[in-house]
């Protein structure tokens, strides 16, 4: 099992950076494929970045391309969310998931909500224009 906690949401100015930390408990860290998931008010939960477990292989939704990038770090147990050029579209609550673990294979990611098992509490970020 995994516990998840996020941080470094806040408010910020539109075309303002961020980047959001999700450290996870337990050995096996390395053996989790990761995802960043975000919901604003009235919407559903939605997929923003996913990285394989050895951070080989990235997916970056297209709303958000070119703006945020997802990384890891296995050796401290945390994956990242490096979010630039932020607008107020990009207002929601950012959540970190996990997935496994996965002990063939090192390549995959995932962009399912359903497909994730363990989930982090949020963290806020909020856009001003």
């Known amino acids: 099992q995994v516990q998840l906690v996020e941080s470094g949401g806040r408010l910020v100015q539109a075309g303002g950076s961020l980047r959001l930390s999700c450290a996870a408990s337990g050995r096996t860290f390395s053996t989790y494929s990761m995802g960043w998931f975000r919901q604003a008010p009235g919407k559903e939960r939605e997929s923003v970045a996913a990285?394989?477990?050895?951070?080989?292989?990235?997916y970056t939704a297209d709303s958000v391309k070119g703006r945020f990038t997802i990384s890891r770090d296995n050796a401290k147990n945390t994956v990242y969310l490096q979010m630039n050029s932020l607008n107020p579209e990009d207002t929601a609550v950012y959540y970190c998931?996990?997935?496994?673990?996965?002990?063939?294979?090192?390549?995959?990611?995932?962009?399912?909500?359903?497909?994730?098992?363990?989930w982090g509490q949020g963290t806020q970020v909020t856009v001003s224009s």
């Open positions: 990285i394989s477990k050895t951070g080989g292989s990235t």
């Open positions: 998931a996990a997935r496994g673990p996965i002990y063939f294979g090192g390549s995959a990611y995932y962009t399912d909500v359903s497909e994730y098992d363990y």
